[in-house]
């Protein structure tokens, strides 16, 4: 899987428990996100889409040890992102 392969260009995980989700052609936000920890290497995503209120979203996010964060729906992996200093940006 590569960058190629998600809809998604980058997700931004910020302490306060909130978490956004980009796409490539748009500067803003698609979704925004409430996220809760499950484990040490892995969060929940509750997410409704910036342009409807009514679209929702429920995602995970693991992140291994060697910093590669894999976002998937309903089982279904949906991207392979790299952590970041910053934010995480996708897998190259």
């Avoid at 909130?18 to 995503?45: K, P, Q, Y």
Wanted: aromatic fraction near 8%; proline fraction near 2%.
């Amino acid at each position: 899987m590569d960058e190629s392969d998600t809809l998604y260009s980058k997700i931004a995980v910020t302490f306060e428990g909130r978490a956004e989700l980009f796409v490539a052609d748009r500067e803003t936000h698609l979704l925004r996100c409430f996220w809760g920890g499950i484990t040490a290497n892995s969060i929940s995503m509750d997410c409704i889409s910036a342009d409807d209120e009514s679209e929702k979203h429920l995602f995970t996010l693991q992140v291994s040890d060697d910093g590669i964060g894999m976002l998937s729906e309903a089982d279904k992996t949906l991207g392979l992102f790299r952590r970041t200093n910053e934010n995480p940006s996708p897998r190259e």
